[in-house]
């Protein structure tokens, strides 16, 4: 019986897409891209273990601070919460660690407009929450990333628009936009497992069906009616 051997061509790809793979689950250029990352901060004091002498993931030494680990030793996410951190956030240079799937900057002191989300097409979350993050959010700016599960941009200063775009992401799951000065009305959202809070807005004219079923404290301190807040309290329901 003859043993099976793939044709030539076959060999080829095999051999082409193990290469691709094992370059994408841990591409070794992305300590130094983490680094250049951090250069463009300021306050990096509790970064300070970031060093290239170390890998970011490794199962038996400490991760550097702010790391979400993959199994693999790739980096799934930064988690760098609570630091004091400013400056600029170098999304371009974050785009090119291509595992990651979630960016968390909470409570620190960046400013200036909403980081370019145009080449972190695959990321699940995006947590920007009490920073001082000001101007508006262009309606496209969530366009095709349909990986988003969770958008979090409470206390910050954005302005304008609720983003369209944000009403086309099928999966997304948790929207926070509370206390910032979003105005207008809220765009029509139809997502089906889909928890929102856009209290403490610039926001008025009817709540959208979609959003029937949301906790009314979510509405609180804007100038909207209709279901689910109280047929009562149509105007100025700002204490709620
Ligand atoms: C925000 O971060 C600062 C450190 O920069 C910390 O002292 C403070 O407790 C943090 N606030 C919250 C609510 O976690
Ligand atoms: C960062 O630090 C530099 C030098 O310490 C300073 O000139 C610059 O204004 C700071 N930038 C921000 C955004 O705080």
Redesign the pocket.
Known sequence: MAFFRPPYWLQLLIIRVLLTTSLVSSDQQDPERLIKFKDSL??TVDLSNWDLNVPPCAADLPNWNGMICNKDGSVLGLQLENMGL???IDMDTLAEVTTIRTLSFVNN?F??PMPNMLKMGQLRGIFLSYNKFSGEIGGDVFKGMSSLRKVELVNNNFIGKIPISLTQLTNLVDLQLQDNQFEGEIPDFEQKDLKVNFANNRLYGSIPKGLSNQDPSSFAGNNLCGKPLSPFSQMGNNGL
């Open positions: 300021n306050n400013s400056g600029t002191s400013d200036g």
